[in-house]
């Protein structure tokens, strides 16, 4: 019976020693069976120093209430009388709901933890051997397991090893666990063991000797036959003895991941093995390294960094780490090595809901794996020539890549304590219920728990909270660093003894990151950063992220060069260095620029200036034809000779090239490219339908279109000006063709006109005629001057009689043709005109002469449709350049943007009478509005407009790419590459991008040959 005023007492004393629920914790203690523990100091001062005191005096009710009544007395007085046990007891019950759990079901193996001698401190795989050798069947080395697992959890939270000596000891305790279950298949299958020699080799954090609390123990299964490989060449005898090992290492899998009355013990998952679950569990030596020979891709080889043989017959383990470790050690020089790296570290927050990245302590940004990718990635590099840095333990390999040199000392030792505070959080966290699991949680007391635990006790929460964050923001920050900055170090001029990356460690880190000439790549380096200016400075502080960020190119020695370029160019320009370093966005979406391609870089380092659109929120957006006409019309205006009107002219429209290049790939590149399916284990197409490429067709095709509108707008103001000053003797007008009218120019695409004028009143016809004939001569030679510009190169073969016929007419004249002499062909050509520049009023009526001819009432013929179809057929067999793939041409091949055209522009004809929507120069529009009146179905409509804005993409592309215009894919492999990065492709998937094209347009050709050349339209 509780004495009066004793309650208070206790309830505060249970207050003050860390309890949440002290009138809880009160009843327990008043219960019988504690009546001897009831008011010890020393007890609620050991439960005041657990994780969770509440949970640590439940846990041991519980334990103390399963015990026979003889034994309960010995725990109690032990409890009071032994500070070790007390410490590691109730510290265990404070962290461990599952372990308190396990000692209610087996009170008796508290006695593990009773044991505190010098010996017991770190045992090795033989202690554990020892300890797990009466396990006969699964339950019991379950349970013998268990209490392992105790005694490592005891000492953890004690303090009496660290994090990274616990995580070795559960290691040796899955290495010990392993061995036992291989020994019960062995004696459950005699006939099996005696016909093989089985080897289990450890993969993963096992292998590394650095395992989780609760993880899958990766593995993989080597065997030969009894007797050596072959068996003195015995075929039968190597299958017989695969089949054994095949049932010895299924059983094994069994007794350790098949659940019992206690629960599995984890499972083990061999899916590192050759050709994952799709490939046999067990192999040959030789048959494991042919494999690896011929098909292994890099991540297998990153994986065999950790291998280590732990079961079975440890000779051949040995004998298949030896005959492996060249090839791992070689990865970094296989051809598709940087694509692989590449598409590695995009793997790194794969998959995370978007409501857990920010609590994922393993694949999150600065969590576990960016620390242990970091660090395998410089081993591959570096340890082809530097056997010191060979290890499988990630914090070992990381003082091995500081004492060489490697990695920057304060760094190696920021990133360890790092390391050691995000895996001690995860021990713990798993610790709590022994479940799998990287997330931190939500819940206070779950927080107050894990903070408790890892020695935070005067705001819990909070303090845990802060160090997190803290520490992860180093990994974030630090593993930008490790790559990038000792580079830069590298080509610094080093006070004598100061250590860094050799010049050859130095090319061999820029060559593993995708640089084709490292070596030049080092002196770029060098003339950035040489000096102690305060440009160098920043540059200093710049190159490590842009060095980053031109490695995630295509090509990161163009976007290095081009930025040494654009840097010498304006280097004296106070406002250049600053941007970069205070705009982020500014000095990311230059290096994307730079990386790209040869159109973007070339704009900008004729006018380095241009840098500045990158800084600006707005500087992106395209400017509307209204805005650059008085742009291009004032600088003609000011110019005092026709040939520099037109430089000026040709200024504005370099620059704004410029831009909208660098939007169209800032918005390709700029998307997250993380792999969107897994198409096999180690690769997968890279975000292909992240942004809405129909919009950014769109947008490029109108802003090229607006800019070649104002720039013919300025050369005709020049060539007026030349002869006539203000008033030309006759009305003109340029009327766009093609692509031009339909608002769907590209990079390099001609400008398609007709040329129509009109006498003004007054005007002799004859110098009216002799007028527009010098205005638009002049307009050619003005355009053509020479150049180092993209041309705008005007095409006037659309023209009434071709290339016979005059460049320009009046518009009665175009009257009288298209009355009398026009052709299918030319109506078809009409859909697509649209005034561009001069007369507006006239232009207007131009475009009322010509809807008659290209909307006809009722629509067209039969005769008409044939003829159409006849040009298309003949144009496919003759247009087409010899020796091209007619899958993968962008214009003429099948599926392509002739296809998609022809096929609207039929539906346009046939029905543009009726239907008003139809009646627009722009594909998309007219093929959503042929959607919309049901001429076409949904289906077939996406399909198209999928064929179409791919095949633009792949036009726009290719120009961004060479610097010059192309209708098929490049030949050479970095320019493909390039390429596929545009159109959305991540790192090594070249060939998903001509998969997916060739699949794109061949469903687009069946739609054509349905809707073109079949039914009746």
């Known amino acids: 019976m509780t004495v009066p005023g004793r309650r208070s007492s206790v309830f505060t004393r249970l207050l003050r020693h860390g309890f949440t629920d002290p009138s809880a914790a009160e009843r327990l203690l008043d219960l019988p069976e504690m009546t001897p523990v009831r008011g010890a100091p020393v007890l609620l001062d050991a439960l005041g120093d657990t994780a969770d005191p509440d949970l640590a005096l439940r846990g041991l009710v519980r334990l103390v209430e399963a015990q026979q009544l003889d034994e309960r007395r010995g725990l109690l007085d032990t409890l009071l009388t032994a500070k070790p046990l007390r410490d590691r007891l109730l510290g265990v019950l404070g962290a461990s709901e599952a372990l308190g759990d396990h000692l209610a079901r087996h009170p008796r193996d508290w006695q593990a933890l009773l044991a505190y001698e010098a010996a017991d401190l770190h045992p090795g795989v033989a202690e554990f051997e020892h300890w797990l050798a009466e396990a006969e069947d699964p339950v019991t080395l379950r349970i013998a397991y268990r209490r392992c697992l105790l005694a490592i959890a005891a000492r953890d939270v004690c303090g009496t090893i660290d994090v990274a000596e616990t995580a070795a000891e559960l290691a040796d305790l899955a290495t010990a666990t392993l061995r036992a279950a291989l020994a019960i298949a062995r004696s459950a299958a005699p006939e099996d063991a005696a016909q093989c020699r089985l080897a289990v080799i450890a993969m993963g954090k096992c292998g590394g000797r650095e395992l989780n609390y609760v993880s899958d123990v990766d593995v993989i299964f080597v065997a030969e036959p009894m007797g050596g490989p072959g068996g003195n060449g015995d075929g039968d005898n190597e299958t017989r003895a695969l089949r054994a090992a095949t049932r ?18 984890w499972p083990v998952d061999a899916n590192l093995r050759p050709e994952g679950r799709n490939g046999p569990l067990v192999r040959t030596l030789s048959s494991h390294l042919a494999y690896y020979q011929r098909w292994a891709k890099t991540w297998e080889f990153q994986a065999l960094l950790k291998a280590r043989p732990v079961a079975g017959d440890l000779t051949l383990g040995e004998s298949y780490i030896e005959a492996l470790a060249p090839l791992v050690w070689q990865a970094a020089e296989r051809e598709n090595f940087v694509a692989d790296v590449q598409k590695m570290r995009r ?49 070992d390999a990381l003082r091995a890549l500081a004492a060489g040199g490697y990695v920057g000392r304060a760094d190696a030792a920021q990133l360890d304590e790092a390391y050691r505070f995000l895996r001690a959080m995860e021990h713990r966290i798993q610790l709590h219920r022994l479940r799998r699991t990287h997330l931190v949680p939500e819940g206070e007391a779950d927080l107050r728990r894990l903070g408790r635990s890892l020695g935070l006790r005067t705001e819990p929460v909070t303090e845990l909270n802060r160090e997190w964050r803290r520490h992860a923001s180093a990994v974030r920050r630090l593993h930008e660093k490790l790559f990038y900055r000792p580079l830069l ?50 540059q200093r502080t710049l190159l490590p992220v842009l060095l980053g960020w031109f490695a995630d190119s295509a090509d990161p020695d163009a ?102 290049a660098a939007a169209d790939l800032i918005a390709s590149y700029g998307v997250d490219q993380s792999p969107a399916a897994e198409r096999d284990t180690s690769a997968a197409l890279a975000g292909h339908d992240r942004i809405d490429h129909g919009a950014l067709v769109d947008q490029v095709g109108g802003a090229v279109t607006d800019l070649n509108a104002a720039t013919l707008s300025g050369a005709l103001r020049a060539a007026v000006r030349t002869q006539w000053g203000d008033t030309l003797p006759t009305r003109f007008a340029v009327i766009g063709m093609g692509r031009f009218g339909g608002c769907e120019l590209g990079y390099g695409s001609d400008a398609d006109l007709l040329f129509v004028h009109e006498p003004r009143d007054g005007v002799d016809e004859q110098v009216a005629a002799r007028a527009a004939r010098a205005v638009v001569a002049e307009m050619r030679r003005l355009l053509q001057l020479p150049t180092t510009d993209p041309p705008l190169l005007i095409d006037a073969d ?192 070249v060939g998903d991008m001509l998969d997916d094209y060739r699949r794109i347009t061949r469903r687009a050709r069946a739609v054509v040959d349905e809707l073109f050349y079949g039914a009746a339209l």
């Not at 006018?607 to 034809?625: C, F, H, K, T, Y």
């Open 248 to 265: 010895l290492a299924s059983h094994l899998m069994r007794i350790c991941s098949e659940t019992t009355v206690e629960g599995s013990i």
């Open 347 to 395: 793997r790194v927050v794969d998959n995370i809901p978007a409501a857990e990245i920010d609590r994922e302590l393993k694949l999150g940004p600065g969590g576990l794996r960016d620390v242990e990718f970091a660090v395998q990635l410089l081993q591959l590099v570096h340890g082809r020539s530097d056997a010191t840095l060979h290890s499988g333990t990630t914090l």
């Open 489 to 538: 170090d590298a080509v610094a001029q080093l006070a004598p003894g100061e250590t860094g990356l050799s010049p050859k460690a130095a090319q061999q880190r820029l060559e593993a990151l995708g640089y084709a000439d490292p070596g030049a790549a080092l002196r770029h380096l060098e003339a950035l950063t040489s000096g102690m200016t305060r440009a160098a400075a920043i």
């Open 559 to 660: 976007g290095l060069l081009g930025f040494r370029k654009v840097s010498e160019a304006l280097g004296k320009t106070p406002w250049y260095l600053r941007l970069l370093r205070d705009e982020g966005a500014a000095a990311e979406n230059l290096a994307r620029v730079l990386s790209a391609g040869r159109l973007a870089p070339d704009l900008l380092l004729r006018a380095p200036e241009a840098v500045a659109i990158l800084g600006d929120p707005q500087g992106l957006a395209p400017r509307s034809r209204e805005h650059l006409e008085q742009e291009v019309l004032a600088a003609v205006g000011r110019a005092d000779a026709a040939e520099a009107a037109a430089a000026a002219a040709r200024g504005v429209r370099r620059r704004e090239l410029f831009r909208t």
């Open 798 to 989: 659309l023209r009434p009689e071709g290339k016979s016929g005059p460049l320009v007419r009046t518009l009665r004249s175009y009257e009288a043709y298209y009355r009398r002499w026009s052709l299918v062909w030319e109506s078809q050509a009409l859909l697509r005109a649209q005034p561009m520049a001069g007369d507006a009023e006239l232009g207007s009526r131009f475009i009322g002469l010509i809807d008659p001819l290209r909307y006809p009432a009722e629509g067209l013929g039969e005769d008409a449709v044939r003829e159409i179809r006849r040009l298309k057929a003949r144009m496919e067999t003759e247009r087409l350049p010899r020796g091209a793939d007619p899958t993968l041409h962008a214009k003429l091949g099948r599926g392509g943007l002739t296809d998609v055209e022809w096929t609207v522009q039929l539906l346009q004809m046939q029905h543009g009478w009726a239907e008003p929507g139809l009646r627009t120069t722009r594909t998309r529009e007219a093929l959503a509005a042929a959607h919309a009146a049901g001429l076409i179905g949904t289906d077939e409509a996406g399909i198209l407009d999928e064929a179409w804005v791919l095949a633009t993409r792949v036009r726009n592309g290719v120009m961004l790419v060479r610097g010059r215009p192309g209708d098929t894919f490049p030949s050479d492999s970095r320019e493909l590459a390039a390429v596929s990065r545009y159109l959305g492709y991540g790192p090594g998937h």
